[in-house]
């Protein structure tokens, strides 16, 4: 009876894309409070996780959605997901982002969360490489 909620589904700006090609200036990870995050994205993880995106794009073309929705739309399929705590930093990104859970007038936003099928999962699961691993103690 307990659900999570979770924060940051676009790893602080990760998952928009907005980092493929290094920091820009533009973006909060250049700003001297968020070092850490720069030294994140341009470290040897951080170039792997590029790559996984770069994996990730053709299921949301596939889903006919954006890695933002895409990303959010997995998060919220999860067991055990309540809600999810967006970070939006303008009114475009906020509208992108609930494209995950409702249909949109226009752009590429479609209702993404129900086609969120097992086989969806399972496909990104393998290309992320971090599902936890549950261990069930049957002694209880």
Same mark, same amino acid.
């Given at each position: 009876g307990v659900?999570?909620?979770t924060w940051s589904p676009l790893a602080c700006g990760i998952i928009s894309g907005k980092y493929g090609n290094g920091v820009?200036? &533009? +973006?909060r990870a250049a700003l001297k409070c968020y070092q850490w995050l720069k030294e994140k994205i341009i470290s040897e993880e951080g170039?792997?996780?590029q790559v996984k995106?770069?994996?990730?794009?053709p299921i949301a073309e596939r889903l006919g959605c954006t890695l933002p929705q895409l990303a959010v739309a997995w998060c919220l399929?999860?067991?055990?997901? &309540? +809600?999810?705590?967006?970070?939006?930093s303008n009114p475009e990104q906020l509208i992108e982002n609930l494209g995950a859970i409702?249909?949109?007038g226009g752009g590429i936003s479609t209702e993404v969360l129900p086609k969120m099928?097992?086989?969806?999962?399972?496909?990104?699961d393998n290309i992320l490489g971090?599902?936890?691993?549950s261990k069930k103690d049957y002694r209880s």
């Open positions: 659900g999570a909620m820009p200036e &533009s +973006s170039r792997k996780q995106l770069k994996d990730l794009s399929r999860n067991e055990g997901v &309540s +809600s999810v705590l967006l970070g939006s409702q249909a949109s099928t097992s086989h969806i999962v399972n496909e990104i971090n599902k936890p691993y």
